[in-house]
């Protein structure tokens, strides 16, 4: 089945700075989803990616379809130490099959 | 709106013994998932629904696990008997069809001693 790789593991960052993590898979996928996840909650959908090549935003989190269909990043502009977490990417490659990355820790240093 | 509802939140129950697992869905979504989610193994799908029938039940582990949608409001999730390897937490999400984004419950998290 299609394997999907999340980089990085994790990120030490001051508040401010600028974040990119993504997401890359061994065969296309047609949705691209980022979450969030905090700490004893459940994952929080930050934005849904339908068509190759789309770029959405949300805020300060913007996100992109690849074109190969095969990768996504989520970029998060001029972090806050609220954007501390685990992200997660997802992809769904038909009905009923989607792969969640392993996560990428985020640390906001104030 | 309400989210996804999970109850209970904590469960601590002892190896041998029957544990159940509640969510209810988003109102109007057609389509439930449960997961599984531990260090290990990270986000683990188990089984999904649609329009209340079980699609794909290929990520129940083994048949002590059982998952049941009786209808559009209610799902279980039922491990019969426990074991520790079960301890992780599990979440339950639905959407607006299966192919739209999920969205997930608070999750339960089962300590199985």
């Known amino acids: 089945g299609q394997q999907l790789n999340q980089s990085p593991q994790s990120m030490f960052i001051q508040e401010g700075e600028d974040v990119s993590m993504n997401c890359t898979s061994s065969?296309?996928?047609?949705?691209w989803l980022w979450y969030k996840q905090d700490p004893g909650e459940g994952p929080v959908l930050l934005i849904a990616?339908?068509?190759?090549?789309e770029l959405t935003s949300n805020g300060r989190l913007t996100a992109q379809f690849g074109i190969t269909r095969k990768d996504s990043f989520l970029n998060i502009s001029a972090s806050i130490p609220s954007d501390v977490g685990i992200y997660f990417c997802a992809g769904r490659y038909n009905n009923n099959d989607m792969r969640f990355g392993a996560g990428t820790r985020l640390t906001v240093k104030p | 709106d309400a989210g996804v509802i999970q109850s209970p939140r904590h469960e601590v129950t002892e190896m041998g013994q029957e544990v159940t697992l509640r969510c209810k869905p988003i109102s109007g979504h057609n389509s439930l998932f449960w997961y599984r989610q531990t260090m290990m193994r990270g986000l683990e799908l188990l089984i999904y629904f649609n329009n209340n029938v079980p699609i794909d039940d290929s990520g129940m582990p083994e048949d002590r696990f059982s998952a049941k949608m009786p209808n559009a409001s209610f799902s279980t999730l039922k491990i019969q008997p426990s074991e520790p390897r079960d301890s992780a937490v599990y979440f339950c999400?639905?959407?607006?069809?299966?192919?739209?984004?999920?969205?997930f419950g608070p999750g339960t998290r089962l300590t199985v001693t």
């Open positions: 065969s296309i996928f047609n949705t």
């Open positions: 999400a639905s959407s607006l069809g299966a192919v739209n984004a999920q969205y």
């Open positions: 990616l339908y068509k190759a090549g």
